[in-house]
């Protein structure tokens, strides 16, 4: 029988093998939302349409899930938090055997839309389980836990990539629904039972969510700062197939997705950033993650000529935006541990928000002015970011 949790009771103590099992979660769902990065060319060729046409699956994925961590994250705070993991797993799970049978460029947008709009399971799941430790050990969970999710990330490009060259871009999400329905079912026999102590009742989950918004601008703050890293590393990896699958490089979606396993360099950021945060080095890490970020433009702007600057580049920028990420939520989950789901919700609306947007800008730019300009965009937004997470700590230092 599982053990059954309120939200009021001690921390538990999370085994390895449950963290592990929690970490490959993450990785599958969250990988799943970015199978269709290097098999832009394939889909398009498949459903006889222009690569751009292709490409907006990859905008319409970013915008879906901003959607659903606003409106289905906050219910992590009043559903029972098992069975809700489970169960907008199961949705994503059916919704991607779906998309794998897509006839044509509407069904695809649509059922891209429904997968990606209930994958928002990994964000329940993280700071619940961040919930779930103890205050010393929840920066190592958190860290383990987003070291699967980008694991996940960088092997799932890899993989679609494999499969749609051996088989087909329709087997990558057939595959990948069937994996997803078998973890959900062992997510909901491992986690313990939660029993919400609120009384908040729906409405006023979502009313809350406005309030927190509005009067912790810490929160906005580090929400802006990680949409607005999450939108350069949504750039770079948007603009990746263009570029990789063009002159002088011609690579078909395998050798397109194993690039992106150069990003396996944020795997190793996020329990380093973790230790930091332990060890109350959090101002360390922000600096170190920020300064990758600005410095990653510097290669990357080579990437037409030199394939080994370009892989420099990216693993500086996913470095640098996977320890800052784990930097981030454990910073806004202190600010109130009974409200963590709406505060996730808020803050990863605001992540994946700006991951859209960077998106978007990368077709556009690409197909307008080419790389030189994303280079450009992608550097000034750096900047900006660095900014806004200095005066973040200024403000952060005159309440202490």
Not at 366 to 393: E, L, P, Q, T
């Amino acid at each position: 029988m599982n053990r059954i949790i309120p939200s009021s009771a001690d921390h538990m103590q999370l085994s390895k093998g449950l963290v592990f099992i929690l970490a490959m979660t993450c990785g599958i769902c969250a990988g799943s939302n970015y199978y269709n990065q290097p098999l832009i060319y394939s889909i398009a060729h498949a459903l006889g349409v222009n690569p751009e046409q292709a490409a907006l699956v990859i905008v319409i994925g970013q915008l879906s899930y901003a959607v659903g961590l606003f409106l289905l994250v906050p219910m992590g705070d009043f559903f029972e938090k098992r069975s809700y993991i489970a169960i907008l797993m199961s949705c994503t799970g059916f919704a991607q055997i779906g998309l794998s049978l897509s006839p044509n460029l509407a069904t695809l947008y649509s059922l891209t839309f429904l997968s990606t709009f209930f994958s928002v399971s990994t964000q329940v799941l993280v700071p619940f389980a961040a919930g779930l430790a103890s205050p010393q050990k929840s920066p190592q969970v958190v860290g383990t836990l987003m070291s699967g999710l980008f694991m996940g990330i960088l092997l799932a490009r890899s993989i679609a990539g494999l499969l749609s060259t051996i088989w087909s871009w329709h087997a990558v999400y057939l595959i990948s629904g069937c994996l997803i329905l078998c973890f959900a079912g062992i997510v909901w026999n491992k986690l313990p039972v939660s029993r919400n102590s609120g009384q908040l009742k729906v409405w006023q989950i979502y009313t809350s969510l406005f309030s927190l918004a509005t009067h912790e601008p810490h929160l906005i703050r580090r929400g802006l700062v990680g949409g607005i890293g999450f939108g350069i590393l949504a750039l770079i990896f948007t603009t990746m197939t263009f570029l990789l699958a063009n002159a002088p490089y011609y690579f078909n979606d395998f050798q397109i997705g194993l690039f992106g396993i150069v990003g396996l360099a944020g795997v190793f950021a996020t329990p380093w950033a973790g230790k930091n945060i332990a060890g109350q080095r959090e101002n360390i890490t922000s600096l170190v993650s920020l300064a990758l970020l600005v410095l990653a433009w510097v290669p990357l702007f080579f990437a037409q000529k030199f394939l080994v600057l370009y892989a420099i580049g990216v693993i500086l920028a996913y470095f640098g935006l996977s320890a800052l990420h784990v930097l981030n939520q454990n910073l806004v989950y202190r600010i109130s541990p009974q409200a963590r789901s709406r505060i996730n919700s808020i803050y990863m609306t605001l992540y994946f928000g700006g991951a859209a947007i960077g998106s978007f800008v990368a077709v556009y730019a690409w197909k307008h002015w080419g790389w030189s300009a994303c280079v450009v965009i992608g550097s000034m937004m750096a900047v900006i970011c660095f900014i806004i997470d200095r005066y973040d700590f200024y403000k952060m230092r005159q309440l202490k």
